[in-house]
Structure formats: structure tokens, C-alpha cells
Nanobody, 128 residues
Framework: QVQLVESGGGFVQAGDSLRLSCAAS????????MGWFRQTPGNEREFVAG????????NYIDSVKGRFTISRDNAKNTVTLQMNSLKPEDTAVYFC?????????????????????WGQGTQVTVSS
């Protein structure tokens, strides 16, 4: 089992920045591909960013490339999503996810069903 707890959401203006953190605990959380997803009411969870266990491989949804950065600190079992130049369309509940059975990041990790463990989510609201 891996437990995930997100923090850092909030209400900001367009153009501002936010830093989301995900604290992982439990069974070897550092040996997992980690991802960030987001969800708005009535919609499915949308992939935002993923990172391999080593931190070397990363991928992003096109709409956040150049604005968001995913990183991890395996010594602290944390994954961070730095979000800059936020836009109103970034408004969503953001979820941290872990694929406990995989260390290599693949295109499959753009799908929510690739992940076994999820946090409770943190709300990000961007006002225009």
C-alpha cells in the first residue's frame, strides 16, 4: 500500500504561480512512477504530468508544457508540481497518483487506470 497526501492548492489570479506537493508513505513509494492528474466537475480525470522513479524521465500534457514542472525527492518521498503562468482553464481538483508496480515512465502513464494509488485531491482555482 502507498498513501498519498496532496497540499498546496489555493485561489490565485491568472498569471500567478502555485506549488503542489504530494507526500508519499507506505510500501517503497520511491520505487514508483508518479503522476499528477486534474479533474473538473462532470469530466474524467485528465493527465497533467508524469515522472519516472529516477526523476530522469518526465512527460506533460501539451497545454501545460513550458508552464508546469514535475519533480521528485525520493529521499523525502515527495513529488512536486510547480505551476507557473496559471490560466483560468487550469482550475480543477489536482490529484497525485502512484503506479506502485512500475519504475519506468511510459505513454501508458497518461491514463488514470495505470495508477493504483491516489491522493484525496487539492483544489486549484485560477481567477481571470
Amino acid at each position: 500500500q502507498v498513501q498519498l497526501v496532496e497540499s498546496g492548492g489555493g485561489f490565485v489570479q491568472a498569471g500567478d504561480s502555485l506549488r503542489l506537493s504530494c507526500a508519499a508513505s507506505g510500501r517503497t513509494p520511491s520505487m514508483s512512477v508518479m503522476g499528477w492528474f486534474r479533474q473538473t466537475p462532470g469530466n474524467e480525470r485528465e493527465f497533467v504530468a508524469g515522472i519516472s522513479w529516477s526523476g530522469i524521465s518526465r512527460n506533460y500534457i501539451d497545454s501545460v508544457k513550458g508552464r508546469f514542472t514535475i519533480s521528485r525527492d525520493n529521499a523525502k518521498n515527495t513529488v512536486t508540481l510547480q505551476m507557473n503562468s496559471l490560466k483560468p482553464e487550469d482550475t480543477a481538483v489536482y490529484f497525485c497518483a502512484a503506479d506502485g508496480g512500475q519504475t519506468t515512465l511510459t505513454d501508458d502513464h497518461r491514463r488514470a487506470d495505470a495508477y493504483q494509488y491516489w491522493g484525496q485531491g487539492t483544489q486549484v482555482t485560477v481567477s481571470s
